[in-house]
């Protein structure tokens, strides 16, 4: 029954002249878990100015740096979670909480970091599990909207955000109808199973030409606004959702697109291949049958591990295997948890992955580094390393293992609060007679 | 290490043909967890014949014949028990045309060929309380199975266990988040959810009346000409009659404290027993008045906030009601989630500090008692049904992965089978050989 130490510990660090970025704090004496380089046994982390100023076994606590005992502890990396709704939902069945699915199903122009609530109550939750920086990305149609990297701390959206845009997110059409649970209890077309499968053929065909012709007229959009800011040509139309895929279109911003199915990956692969622009997979459930694929077209996946697999006959661990898959093959990866109010379980996902073949050092990797680098951050956070934004957490153990307690979280090199919604429900409830 | 199925040398030496002089099998070497009243035992021996646990501890000698596992290094647990699960149902596990509907049967349509019967056996599954869905106030009766993958429907079926019907209150028979064609269906408020349940028992309790003056009246008039006439049997209300006679237990799904003490207060006044309240998300704010009326609970460990009566849902529910001496279970209610049940049990010792045996319990003799079958598993006991799991690591660590699974001291389950099978080409595939014509 302890929550007591690491709020007490929090709030110590919060009490203090907290104003935080250019206070120095030294957590001394902690195993100190990279993520770039090797795991140093015994040593001490500084923090100053909101960045990693130094790391490592023999480093000098600074004169006038508050210090933080972390024997026995182990200090991480911030866990960076690269795809979720943080910030942008709150409870699912409650149209009026949540931000994550604009109307219509071409949205380029819908923007998660117009949107992020710095008070929901998920981002604490998230946070007091170790999650320091999350991907924002909204959901749905055909062309979603934009992302943006958060960090789990902050009083305005602009104090949240880390960067944006990080991706235009699309998702990849399957042909198959979208899921609507408020449908589901209407009564199903029948037609044979030659019938659907022509329908989703059709449909998959139809959408994607939509996407080309979208790409194509964005393209053009983005060239006419360039030569008409040379002033070679008069200014266009003015066209929001345009003006905002123009630089996807043309290769500036990647392409996050959902594809589960084996046929979906290759289809997106060769769709934005044959485009010239950057794509990386979400979802990737079968991304274990093209491997080759993927690491030759150098495309990143992000990876959801716990889930049922693809088709009754493949193996019982498809996905609990496929990163190690995706390992083995050279491919680049971070696993997510594609969540909001469960993000928190985000170490967990990769340590299903863990027990059945990955690594474990390549495990933490790829839910700290991997998912930085993939989204354009990995010069700012997703290890410990000097310069580096003095994103870290403190823990009792493996933040793999389910037992293991998070007691400090620092972002910008500032001391969280622990305290969350179910934190302060639990001492409510907890000695009601 | 590899789990080997070992046939000793005492089989080796009979003469070919000749039968094995015993059907016992032995798990050696392993670290048993859930071992009865001792909790944990290094190095332990589990002794099975025909399909029971015939001898359990340290030093506990092989008998010549059987065929061992030996699982050296490994962990063994009771087999899991998932206390909510929709596997194996056949489509529709909702009867939604009504709001009491307490006739039908999950056993009726259970599907044996569910994929996921065999994919839960890789995480350890052993039984599971197959339910009806929360569509309804009442909805149908329970099937609790034994995950006998490649066995036919019937064989599914947990014999021994007592019969089971869902109730369910609050936002889903409220139909509070999905829209239904045609005219709304009655209850729309939590207010209407206790009128159908109150609604229903009061019939229940003019049926069983009904019954008895007739039993009484025919016991009365013997083998005269002028027998009473039976009173019309009604399948819905005979069921009912059975919750108020504590024939059936019952299985609620709820989520607010509300709700909880409404059911309690109707269960109290009608006198039936809830036997689970499901879910049971704000257990936590009234796990006095559950431990006082003797109801179990059976929650998740940590979802909460995809509906606005989860919003208040903490993970440190399961602590909070077993340190109020409520049995508390942890279950899936999900295909998926009801691979890794033993990592959420592991989740009740971060979130409130349950101690690992006790968190253990909350995925095998807790939910055995919820669904009345714990005389006959949930734990590792002499007597017990050999239902087990045997894991690479500590089943709470990050790396353990289950290697080998037994229901009845068989074998449905083993990983390196699995994998074997995996490389070996499919007879399908093979191309036939001659002139084949």
Redesign the interface.
């Known amino acids: 029954?302890?929550v007591s130490p690491a709020v007490l510990l929090a709030t110590l660090l919060l009490a203090s002249p907290a104003s935080a970025a250019d206070s120095v704090i030294a957590i001394t004496g902690a195993r100190i878990v990279t993520a770039e380089g090797p795991v140093i046994e015994k040593g001490t982390v500084v923090l100053s100015g909101g960045k990693i100023a130094a790391v490592g076994a023999d480093v000098s606590v600074p004169a006038g740096a508050q210090v933080v005992d972390g024997s026995g502890k182990t200090v991480y990396p911030g866990l960076v979670d690269a795809l979720t709704t943080l910030g942008i939902e709150?409870?699912?069945?409650?149209a009026g909480s949540m931000d994550v699915q604009e109307v219509g199903d071409v949205n380029p122009h819908a923007r998660a970091w117009i949107a992020l609530h710095p008070w929901s109550?998920?981002i604490p939750v998230a946070r007091a599990n170790g999650i320091t920086t999350a991907l924002a990305a909204p959901e749905g149609g055909l062309i979603s909207g934009q992302s943006a990297l958060i960090r789990l701390a902050g009083s305005t959206p602009e104090g949240l955000t880390l960067k944006a845009p990080v991706a235009m997110h699309v998702v990849y059409p399957t042909g198959r109808p979208p899921f609507e649970?408020?449908r589901?209890?209407?009564e199903p077309e029948l037609k044979t199973f030659e019938e659907r499968q022509k329908d989703k053929k059709t449909n998959q065909e139809k959408d994607l030409q939509r996407l080309r012709n979208l790409l194509e007229e964005a393209k053009a959009y983005g060239a006419a606004l360039d030569a008409s800011k040379a002033g070679m040509i008069p200014a266009p139309k003015p066209d929001l959702p345009m003006e905002a895929l123009a630089p996807a279109a043309r290769g500036a911003l990647p392409l996050i697109m959902r594809a589960d199915d084996e046929a979906d990956i290759r289809g997106a692969v060769a769709f934005a291949d044959e485009r010239g622009l950057e794509a990386i997979i979400s979802g990737g459930l079968e991304a274990w049958r093209c491997t080759e694929l993927l690491k030759a077209k150098d495309v990143a996946v992000l990876l959801k591990v716990?889930?049922?697999?693809r088709k009754?006959s493949d193996?019982?661990?498809a996905a609990y295997a496929n990163a190690a898959k995706l390992f083995e093959a050279g491919v680049r990866f971070a696993i997510v948890s594609d969540d909001?109010?469960?993000a928190?379980?985000l170490p967990?996902e990769a340590?299903?992955a863990?027990?059945?073949g990955l690594p474990?050092d390549a495990a933490l990797d790829a839910i700290t580094l991997w998912p930085a680098q993939i989204l354009g951050a990995g010069d700012r956070i997703g290890s410990i390393a000097p310069g580096k934004d003095a994103d870290v957490f403190l823990a009792t153990g493996?933040i793999?293992?389910?037992?293991?307690?998070v007691t400090a979280v620092f972002i910008d090199g500032v001391a969280q609060s622990l305290v969350t919604r179910?934190t302060r429900?639990?001492e409510q409830?907890?000695d009601?007679? | 290490m590899r789990t080997k199925l070992i046939a000793l040398v005492f089989a080796a030496a009979l003469p070919a043909g000749a039968e094995a002089p015993s059907n016992a099998l032995a798990i050696v070497g392993a670290t048993l967890l859930g071992v009865g009243p001792q909790g944990t035992v290094e190095k332990g021996t589990i002794v099975v014949r025909d399909g029971k646990i015939v001898a359990v501890g340290k030093g506990v000698a092989v008998p010549p014949g059987a065929s061992v596992i030996d699982a050296s290094g490994r962990f063994v647990t009771p087999g899991i028990i998932d206390a909510h699960s929709h596997t194996a149902v056949e489509d529709g596990v909702n009867e939604?045309t009504d709001a009491i509907t307490a006739e039908v049967r999950i056993a009726d349509v259970l599907d044996h060929a569910d994929?996921?019967i065999?994919?839960e056996l890789?995480g350890g599954v052993t039984a599971a309380n197959v339910l009806h869905g929360s569509c309804n106030s009442i909805g149908g009766q329970n099937a609790v199975i034994k995950m006998r993958w490649g066995k036919g429907p019937e064989d599914l079926v947990f014999k021994e266990a007592p019969r089971g019907i869902k109730f369910a209150l609050g936002?889903n028979p409220k139909r509070?988040?999905?829209?239904?064609?045609g005219e709304r269906r009655y209850p729309g408020t939590r207010m209407g959810v206790e009128a159908t349940i109150r609604g229903a028992f009061d019939q229940a309790r003019a049926y069983k009346r009904e019954w008895e003056e007739y039993e009484k009246k025919a016991r009365a008039t013997g083998v005269r000409k002028d027998k009473p006439v039976p009173p019309r049997r009604d399948l819905r209300l005979e069921e009912l009659k059975d919750v108020l006679d504590g024939k059936v237990l019952v299985h609620a799904h709820c989520y607010r404290s509300d709700e909880i003490l409404m059911l309690i207060h109707v269960a109290e006044e009608f006198g039936f027993k809830v036997r689970t309240f499901q879910h049971v998300l704000e257990g936590?704010?009234v796990?006095?008045e559950i431990a006082k009326h003797g109801a179990g609970a059976s929650s998740f460990s940590?979802?909460?906030?995809?509906?606005?009566e989860?919003?208040?849902a903490?993970?440190?529910n399961a602590?909070?009601m077993a340190?109020h001496g409520v049995n508390v279970s942890l279950n899936s209610d999900s295909?998926?989630?009801a691979r890794?049940l033993y990592?959420e049990a592991?989740?009740a010792?971060?979130y409130?500090?349950v101690s690992?045996a006790e968190a253990l319990k909350m995925v095998t003799l807790n939910p055995a008692w919820q669904l009345g079958i714990d005389k006959h598993v949930g734990s590792i006991e002499v007597g017990k049904d050999a239902d087990l799991a045997i894991f690479?690591a500590h089943p709470?660590?990050?790396?353990?992965?289950v290697e080998t699974t037994l229901v009845d001291g068989t074998v449905y389950f083993d990983r390196a089978k699995?994998l074997a099978a995996?490389s070996k080409p499919s007879p399908l595939a093979e191309t036939p050989k001659g002139g084949g014509r």
């Not at chain 1, 709150?90 to 409650?94: A, C, G, K, L």
């Not at chain 1, 716990?306 to 697999?309: F, K, S, T």
């Open positions: 029954m302890k709150e409870i699912r069945s409650v109550d998920l649970f408020a589901i209890f209407e716990d889930r049922l697999p009754e193996p019982y661990d909001a109010s469960n928190r379980n967990y340590a299903m863990r027990a059945f474990a493996d793999m293992d389910h037992r293991t307690q179910q429900l639990y409830f907890k009601r007679p | 939604c994929i996921n065999y994919r890789a936002e509070s988040n999905f829209r239904v064609p936590y704010k796990a006095s940590d979802w909460w906030a995809y509906k606005l989860a919003y208040d903490i993970p440190y602590a909070i340190s295909d998926e989630l890794r990592w592991a989740k010792v971060k409130g500090g690992e690479s709470f660590a990050p790396d353990a992965r699995d995996r």
